[in-house]
């Protein structure tokens, strides 16, 4: 467990000067910033005194009134014992049993449940960043008494609140909740209304607070992470980094201590922002980002591997960000099952029970996100009724991709627990049929529970391995793989994965998930009238897990293309990485980010499929070279020519993956044999 984990550490000032630099030094700089957007005021680093004498005022504050972490967005979740046991209680693990490898019983639609269920009260920080809703509980044109929670006519807390999301450069920002007007004052919102004003009162004090604290500690130190005022401090003067005699006595003294390592971070980061002005002579960039990288691994906790697999998909800068958004908790959010009510309706009935919530974001119309709530979110009545699915918001956007049509066919491969497939039964409007699959067949009892408490009537649940079909049953309109994967977007829910997963985890998840999307897409109906599409998604950012696999699709299936997934906002899945060049319609591919949009790390693909022979021309073969011995002697398909997965195929790729652990290991790997991928 690394430095940060395990000390509980509060988060160290972010990296980024641009985004997040905020002086304790500044301090009403600070408190403004508090009030604009209280994601991105996050705690100094204090000495271990000053953090033992703040975890105690927080336990007080705890006992009194509200959870101060609360008001400032750091609030671990995982510790609150109490809470936690009550989630497991609930929950009783159903759905985690492991069944191998690959079965990714810590994805997303999981671990949610876990999570949610936890947060009393839950992060006011938590604001999903995408594009930004107005305030309107239904986008249904019937919904006309909806004054009591709309934007329009609402101030009080919700406008009291940072800006609900934060959208990025390259998404939409056309709209946000900045109404002035005042809000109607009801029955039913006077006590939400004076519960803010209380909230607002404790957050100022609070606020006061810690910036005298911050005051106060910045006279006797400033090794914080504000790398604006170190700027100009030290702009021009190289970092030295450690010699291998520092390094050998720090490793015997028991690693770094978590300040030095913290500071030497930072360095590190604004050298490889300015190399050239501030690198120390005869240093190469390349140690530069080997002491970031070993420093990353222990601060945060991470296996070597990882640490530097997950590092390389982003500037440096960027990946500190990454790292950190991995430390904290994502919002709580509800889907709507528009099956049982609708939006305005449950959102009444939670505001009634206690629930803080609003709209997430307008780029879906029947996710709300619980801001805090005085009665365990996965035990309300209208939980039990099915009224609501607990759900990650990121888990919406694969089955907005997919959008499926009344009456139409869907298969869903790999479903358990069912957060999708609920979903996507009640897009169907309980007509057509949904296939729900999955190989584990333990994880099907809670994708049955789920089912029946959603009120879904036109699903059918069976246990298959997905490369089985379109074998057992094919022809369908709609198909969704949401492939089991390593998990790399939900760290902030299930730690484990930063130690777990290793190098071969990544080779056989890659191969397992190309075996299932060649049959996704052989599972469609090319003569579908209505769809055709196959979406593809997983809970991970790594490239093996997605651009990799969909670019590995489009040359073995050349009936099908990449399509537009429809959805607003999400970067732009790569075309070229690390060496790779992908077909370029891999930029319609969609990927998602817990620091950017404040939502799991997420990736969706949707592939339109044609009738083979009538398909394009064989997607364009993949300019390789440094892809590897996995494109060496590839079979790409020509014009109606179907080729089905080759289980010899990924040899070569899992024997090189050996070879290089055996080197890794010390010894010496067998000679290369001669088979080629696709042979
Ligand atoms: C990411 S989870 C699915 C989450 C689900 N779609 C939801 O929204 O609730 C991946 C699922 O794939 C299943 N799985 C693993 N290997 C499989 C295979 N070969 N065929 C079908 N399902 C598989 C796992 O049991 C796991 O439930």
């Given amino acids: 467990m690394g430095h940060r984990a395990k000390n509980k550490q509060p988060a160290p000032q972010p990296l980024d000067v641009k985004q997040t630099a905020i002086s304790p030094k500044k301090l009403g700089k600070r408190k403004a910033e508090l009030s604009d957007d209280k994601s991105d005021s996050r705690p100094v680093k204090k000495t271990k005194d000053q953090a033992k004498s703040k975890q105690k005022g927080n336990k007080k504050k705890k006992e009194n009134s509200e959870d101060e972490s609360s008001a400032n967005g750091w609030e671990d ?8 046991a009550h989630a497991k209680s609930l929950f009783n693990n159903s759905d985690h049993e492991e069944s191998d490898n690959f079965d990714m019983d810590e994805t997303n639609e999981c671990v949610t449940h876990r999570v949610s269920i936890n947060v009393i009260p839950i992060a006011r920080s938590g604001e999903l960043r995408g594009p ?25 807390k919700q406008s009291e609140r ?5 959208p990025t450069a390259s998404d939409d920002s056309d709209s946000s909740d900045n109404s002035d007007e005042e809000e109607r004052i009801t029955m039913a919102n006077m006590a939400a209304r004076s519960k803010a004003l209380d909230e607002k009162a404790a957050a100022e004090a609070a606020l006061d607070a810690e910036e005298m604290q911050h005051a106060a500690f910045n006279e006797e130190e400033d090794d914080d992470f504000d790398m604006d005022e170190d700027e100009e ?20 003294a028991g690693g770094p201590d978590v300040h030095v390592v913290q500071r030497r971070m930072r360095e590190c980061v604004r050298v490889l922002g300015k190399f050239r002005k501030l690198a120390e002579k005869g240093r190469s960039r390349s140690e530069y980002i080997s002491q970031l990288l070993s420093d990353v691994s222990s601060y945060y906790g991470y296996n070597d591997f990882l640490a530097e697999k997950l ?8 990946a500190i960000e990454f790292f950190e958004a991995n430390e904290v908790s994502r919002p709580v959010t509800i889907r709507t099952n528009t099956l049982r009510t609708r939006r305005r309706d449950l959102a009444q009935a939670l505001i009634n029970r206690g629930v803080n919530l609003e709209p997430i974001g307008k780029w879906t119309n029947v996710g709300l996100q619980v801001f805090e709530s005085s009665v365990p979110i996965g035990a309300t009545p209208e939980y039990l009724a099915g009224h609501y699915m607990l759900q990650a918001a990121s888990s919406f956007l694969p089955v907005i991709a997919l959008s499926p049509q009344p009456n139409e066919r869907v298969l869903d491969m790999a479903s358990a627990p069912g957060g999708k497939t609920t979903h996507i039964a009640a897009l169907l409007q309980n007509t057509g049929v949904v296939f729900a699959n999955d190989a584990n067949k333990t994880r099907t009892k809670s994708l049955s529970a789920n089912i029946h408490r959603l009120g879904c009537k036109n699903v059918v649940v069976c246990s298959y391995d997905g490369r089985e079909f379109p074998k057992v049953i094919g022809g369908f309109d709609r198909v969704l793989l949401d492939a089991p994967c390593s998990g790399t977007g939900v760290i902030s829910k299930d730690s484990s994965v930063k130690v777990n ?7 056989l998840l890659a191969h397992l998930q190309k075996q299932l999307i060649l049959c996704a897409i052989d599972s469609v109906s090319p003569d579908s009238k209505t769809g055709g599409y196959v979406v593809y998604s997983t809970c991970s950012v790594t490239v093996d897990e997605n651009e990799s696999v969909v670019d590995y699709a489009l040359r073995k299936r050349p009936n099908a293309k990449l399509v537009d997934t429809g959805l607003e906002f999400g970067r732009e899945g790569y075309t070229k990485y690390r060496g790779k060049i992908f077909n370029p319609s891999l930029s319609l591919t969609r990927r998602f980010y817990p620091h950017v949009h404040n939502m799991d790390g997420f990736y969706v693909a949707k592939f339109k499929v044609e009738k083979r022979g009538k398909g394009p021309k064989a997607a364009v073969k993949s300019e390789v070279g440094l892809v590897g011995i996995e494109e060496e002697g590839e079979q790409v398909a020509a014009e109606g020519e179907i080729i089905a997965f080759d289980e010899g195929e990924d040899r070569p790729y899992l024997e090189e993956a050996k070879r290089r652990r055996m080197k890794a290991k010390g010894l010496r790997p067998p000679p290369r044999t001669t088979i080629k991928a696709g042979a």
């Fill in 132 to 156: 930004v809703q107005a305030f309107d509980f239904g986008s249904d044109a019937e919904e006309d008494q909806s004054q009591l929670i709309t934007g329009k006519t609402k101030k009080s």
């Fill in 501 to 507: 997963k290793s190098e071969r985890d990544f080779t």
């Fill in 311 to 318: 590092f390389q998909l982003f500037p440096v800068t960027e």
């Fill in 233 to 252: 401090e030290t702009d021009g003067e190289p970092f030295r980094l450690p010699t291998a005699e520092e390094k050998d006595a720090e490793s015997k």
């Fill in 77 to 84: 979740i995982a510790d609150n014992a109490e809470l936690k």
């Fill in 162 to 166: 940072p800006t609900k999301i934060i």
